[in-house]
Structures are given as C-alpha cells and as structure tokens.
C-alpha cells in the first residue's frame, strides 16, 4: 500500500481521537472525522483525512474506513488495535488501542487547533447524541440522504459551505486555472 500524507494524517486523527475522547467507539470515531474534516473544508477548502463521507441511515459513514476496520491494512494494523471487547447497552463496542505515539508533526497548527477544539467538545459525549448534531436540518448529511434522497450517496463537501462561501470558492478556483493557462 502507498503510504501517502492524508493516509498518516487519518492514522493519526485517529490515534488521537482514541487518546483525547471517552467512549470512543466506531460511531463517534466517524462521527468526529466527519465533524473536523467538513470543517476543516470550510475553513481552508481542503478535508485533513482526503476521506468519502456516505449518507448512511445512522449518519455520515467514511465507507473506505468502515470497510478497512475489520481487516486493517499494514500502517494502520501496525498503529492501532481494534477490537469488540467492550459493551454499551449491551451491545458490542468497538474499542480502538492506539499502539504508536500520536505525531503532531503531520498537522499544521491549524489542523490541531481544530482537532483539540472538537475532541474537546465531544470529549464525553456519547454516539447517539452526535448522531443528532449530524442530522441537522440542511446539513451535508440532510442533504444528502433527505433532500435528494440519495441514500449512501457520497457528501460532496462543497455541501459545508454556505453559498457565499461556495461562490467563492469557485471565483478563487476559476482564477487559479485562469493564471495557471496564462503561465502555459
């Protein structure tokens, strides 16, 4: 596999999620990544993690992530441990072990900034409650799987700016290309 610099970051955010949250299982570990990439992608127009969201019934789901949970590639393997050892409400929880240090190294102090305010946010809160902060209504997620019922569509993440901030965008993009046709 590739080792890419979104990939470390993710192995990262992880570990540090596990580090700085109570009651971090899978839900609330998505949950936060979801929270601090979108905005993130408000703040700065790019995601920390390069993660896909899907709008799934219960939430935004980072699908290549809930896929790779159950058979981690060798990165993440070798970083964090998974396992279902602990119950909630009598259910089976995942329980994520951070084995490697976190390495603030790959994060700009914004990036960490961001990532300490939410952690502290949710620090206690349980799933089922940040499951309500994502179905908000207009939210990405609303969007998505209400509006335009597409259930398990991707969430663009343009869906994170309000209009203003996507036309923007989009004037900022459109001068970028414009300046880099005019260096050709």
């Known amino acids: 596999m590739l080792i890419t610099h979104e990939r470390e970051k993710l192995i990262n955010l992880i570990i540090f999620i596990s580090l700085n949250t109570k009651n971090c299982g899978k839900i609330k570990l998505f949950k936060l990544l979801y929270f601090i990439d979108f905005e993130h992608f408000k703040i700065t ?13 219960m939430g ?17 393997a070798k970083a964090l441990e998974f396992s279902e050892t602990t119950t909630y409400k009598g259910h089976p929880m995942l329980t994520i072990r951070p084995v490697n240090e976190f390495d ?37 997620w609303d969007r998505v799987f209400n509006k335009e019922n597409n259930k398990q569509g991707v969430i663009p993440y343009s869906y994170a700016l309000r209009k203003s901030e996507k036309e923007e965008m989009e004037k900022i993009a459109a001068e970028k290309k414009e300046l880099v046709e005019s260096l050709s």
């Open 45 to 57: 127009g790019r995601s920390i993690t390069g993660l896909s969201y899907a709008a799934w019934k």
């Open 60 to 76: 935004p789901v980072p699908t290549a992530l809930f896929d790779e949970i159950n058979s981690p590639e060798p990165d993440m």
């Open 104 to 140: 603030a190294s790959n994060f700009t102090k914004r990036e960490l900034q961001l990532m300490q305010r939410l952690t502290e946010q949710y620090c206690s809160t349980y799933a089922e409650e940040m499951i309500e902060a994502t179905h908000l209504e207009n939210s990405p």
